[in-house]
C-alpha cells in the first residue's frame, strides 16, 4: 500500500470513529455481540472451581476475536458459552515477567521481576556480567495459588512455572506433567492451571517436542513420563501444517508479505488449531467429570503473538491478549465485555470469585466476584527491559482509545538483536530485506537507529501503531494525561526498574550469594509439633508419614501446631521466596 493511501485510510477511520465514538457496540472486536452488563460470578451459590488454559505467544487472532482464517472450534464454544474479554493486556511482551505478575497480583516493575529473565540462560548473564538469580519477594508476598490453598482449594499446574523465582513447597498441591484435578479429596474445590507450549514462538521454526503432546495421550493425566522425559522433539515429517499452502493468510503491514513471512504466518495459524484441540481435550474431561457447570474457565495467552514487532514489544502486538472465560451456568454467554483489564488483576479477581479478600500487598483490582471492584480500570501499564543480552527500558500506558511510550534509551533502535528470535525465518527474511533496503515505511520502521523520547498512537484508528500522534499539537492534552499517568504508576509502585540489574542483585543477593531460610527449630507441647522460623516471610511445608516413608504427595502449609501420632515421621522445610530453603527438619515419634 503507497503511503498517500494509508494515510487517507487512517483519515477516514478517524472521521468513522468521530461519528460513532459513543457506540460500544463498534468499538468493540466483536460487534455482533452483545455488551456485558452485569457481573455473571454473582449468580453462584458456591464455591466455585476455577480452571485456567493458558497458550503462549498469542494475539487475538482467533474467530472469536474476528479473524477467521481458521476455524477454532473449542475457543468458539468457550467464545458462545462464555464472555469476550477485548481489553486485556500482560504487563510485559514476554512471559516470565508476566507469568511473575500472574503469580503474585504485582506488577514485575515493583519487586524486580521486569528483566527477561533471571533464573536460566547463563551464558546470556555471563556475558552482561551478571549471575543467574531469583527474584526476592517481599516478606508478606506469597503466591496466588498458596492464598487459594490456605482457603481449601486444591492447586495444580501443568506444568510450566518461570515466575522468576523457585515456588516454595507450599505453593502447589502438585505442579507435574501429571497435575490435574481429579486428584484431589472429595467434593474439594480446586484451581487447576494448564500450559499450552504448542503456540510458543519457537515452534514458528522448531517441531514441538513429544512433552507438548502430552494433553493427546489417552491415558492424560496418568501418563508415562518416560515417554515425555528428555525434551525430545516429534518426528519433524509429523510437522505438518494444518493450513495449506495456497490458502492466504492475512499479512500485517509491518511485516513483508513474501512466500518465507506467509509460511511462517500459516506455522502460527497451525500452531493454534492444535493448540485448540489440546483445550477440547481439556473441556472434555471437565464434562465427563460433571464440572463443568461448577467451574469457572478461563483461556487466555500469556503475552502477545510470537512473530517479529509483536513479542517482546509494548505495542498492542505484544501486549494485547486474548481473554474467553466461561462461567457455570453458561452466565453471560456470547457476550463482550470491553474494561480494561491487566494480569495483575488476576489473582484477586480469582480470589474474589472463591469469596476470599485479597492481602494488602495486591497491586491489581478484582473484576468478577465478591470483591469486585467498585469502579473500573481507567489505564493499563506495561514495561519492557532487558531482553536476554539486549538492555532497554520503555514505559507504556494505555486508556481505551490512546496508547502511550516512554523511551527512556531513545538513543538505541528499535530493533535488538536478540539472538533466540534470529532463528525465525521471517526475522531473517527482515534482516536480509533490511539490509538490500527493500522494506517498505512501515516495515523499516523497526530498524530505525533511534527512538523518539515518547510515542502517541490512536490505536482505534492505528491498530498496528505505526503513526506516532505524539507531536501534533493537537494531541498535547491526551499525551500529557498518559504521561503523568504514567509517572505516577511508576512512582507508586516503586518503580525498580531504573536501577542497574548488577545493583539490583546485590539487593537480593548481598555479595552475590542467595541468602537461606533459617533451618526450623520445634517444640513438643501435649503432644503436638510447633514450628518456628526466623526468617521473615518463610512459608512452612510439612507432611507427616510412616517411619521411614519417602517424601512423597504435596506439602500442607503449616498454620498451626501440628498433632502427632506415634510411629510416625515429621518432615518440615520453611523457604522464603528468593532465598534458598532451609534444610529439611526431620522428626520422629516411636
Request: aromatic share 10%; proline share 8%; glycine share 6%.
Amino acid at each position: 500500500m503507497k503511503p498517500c493511501l494509508a494515510k487517507l485510510l487512517i483519515f477516514l477511520s478517524l472521521l468513522t470513529y468521530a461519528g460513532c465514538q459513543h457506540s460500544d457496540r463498534e468499538r468493540s472486536p466483536v460487534p455482533f455481540a452483545e455488551k456485558l452488563s452485569f457481573d455473571p460470578s454473582l449468580e453462584l451459590k458456591f464455591r466455585p472451581n476455577i480452571v485456567w488454559l493458558v497458550s503462549e505467544d498469542l494475539s487475538p487472532m482467533i474467530p472469536a476475536f474476528g479473524d477467521s482464517t481458521i476455524s477454532t472450534p473449542n475457543l468458539d464454544r468457550l467464545a458462545k458459552e462464555g464472555v469476550r474479554y477485548t481489553n486485556v493486556a500482560s504487563p510485559s511482551g514476554v512471559c516470565a515477567p508476566s507469568r511473575h505478575a500472574l503469580a503474585t497480583g504485582m506488577y514485575p516493575t515493583s519487586t524486580g521481576g521486569h528483566n527477561m529473565r533471571v533464573q536460566y540462560v547463563k551464558s546470556h548473564m555471563d556475558k552482561l556480567g551478571l549471575i543467574l538469580y531469583e527474584v526476592v519477594l517481599p516478606p508478606e508476598v506469597r503466591m496466588m495459588s498458596q492464598v487459594l490453598r490456605e482457603s481449601g482449594y486444591y492447586c495444580t499446574n501443568n506444568d510450566k512455572q518461570d515466575y522468576q523465582f523457585r515456588p516454595p513447597a507450599t505453593a502447589w498441591d502438585d505442579s507435574s506433567l501429571k497435575a490435574h484435578w481429579r486428584n484431589r479429596k472429595p467434593g474439594q474445590p480446586f484451581f487447576s492451571v494448564f500450559n499450552f507450549d504448542i503456540t510458543h514462538e519457537s515452534h514458528v521454526w522448531s517441531p514441538i517436542s513429544k512433552v507438548e503432546t502430552r494433553y493427546d495421550d489417552p491415558k492424560f493425566p496418568a501418563i508415562d513420563l518416560t515417554k515425555y522425559s528428555g525434551g525430545e522433539k516429534i518426528n519433524p515429517l509429523d510437522w505438518k501444517l494444518n493450513v495449506p499452502e495456497y490458502q492466504e493468510v492475512p499479512v500485517p503491514p509491518y511485516l513483508p508479505a513474501t512466500d518465507t513471512v506467509k509460511k511462517d504466518i500459516r506455522r502460527v495459524y497451525s500452531n493454534i488449531i492444535e493448540m485448540d484441540r489440546q483445550v477440547g481435550k481439556i473441556l472434555g474431561q471437565l464434562e465427563k467429570d460433571g464440572l463443568l457447570d461448577s467451574t469457572i474457565v478461563f483461556w487466555y495467552s500469556d503475552n502477545g503473538g510470537p512473530l517479529p514487532r509483536q513479542k517482546r514489544l509494548l505495542y498492542e502486538s505484544g501486549i494485547h491478549i486474548p481473554c474467553l472465560i466461561r462461567f457455570p451456568g453458561m452466565a453471560g454467554a456470547g457476550a463482550y465485555d470491553d474494561q480494561l483489564i491487566s494480569f495483575v488483576d488476576f489473582a484477586p479477581t480469582v480470589f474474589s470469585l472463591a469469596g476470599i479478600k485479597a492481602p494488602g500487598y495486591i497491586q491489581g483490582q478484582a473484576f468478577l466476584g465478591r470483591y469486585k471492584s467498585d469502579a473500573e480500570r481507567m489505564h493499563i501499564f506495561a514495561a519492557a527491559d532487558r531482553l536476554d543480552t539486549e538492555i532497554d527500558m520503555i514505559r507504556a500506558v494505555r486508556n481505551k482509545r490512546y496508547k502511550y511510550l516512554k523511551n527512556y534509551y531513545p538513543s538505541k533502535p528499535y530493533y535488538l538483536p536478540v539472538v533466540f528470535r534470529e532463528q525465525m525465518p521471517t526475522m531473517r527474511e527482515l534482516l536480509r530485506m533490511n539490509e538490500s533496503n527493500s522494506l517498505d515505511e512501515y516495515q523499516s520502521q523497526w530498524f530505525r537507529e533511534s527512538k523518539p523520547d515518547e510515542e502517541l498512537y490512536d490505536i482505534i484508528a492505528d491498530p498496528h501503531e505505526l503513526h506516532n500522534i505524539a507531536i501534533d499539537p493537537a494531541n498535547s492534552a491526551i499525551l500529557l494525561e498518559l504521561r503523568m499517568a504514567c509517572e505516577t504508576w511508576m512512582n507508586e509502585i516503586g518503580e525498580l526498574g531504573q536501577i542497574p540489574e548488577k545493583e539490583l542483585i546485590e539487593l537480593f543477593w548481598p555479595g552475590r550469594r542467595q541468602p537461606k531460610t533459617e533451618n526450623l527449630s520445634y517444640q513438643i507441647i501435649d503432644q503436638e509439633v510447633k514450628l518456628l522460623c526466623k526468617t521473615e516471610g518463610a512459608n512452612i511445608g510439612y507432611q507427616v508419614l510412616p517411619l521411614d516413608a519417602e517424601p512423597g504427595g504435596a506439602w500442607e502449609i503449616y498454620s498451626k501446631s501440628i498433632k502427632i501420632k506415634p510411629y510416625t515421621g515429621l518432615l518440615a522445610v520453611a523457604h522464603r521466596i528468593g532465598f534458598s530453603p532451609s534444610d529439611t527438619l526431620k522428626i520422629e515419634f516411636r
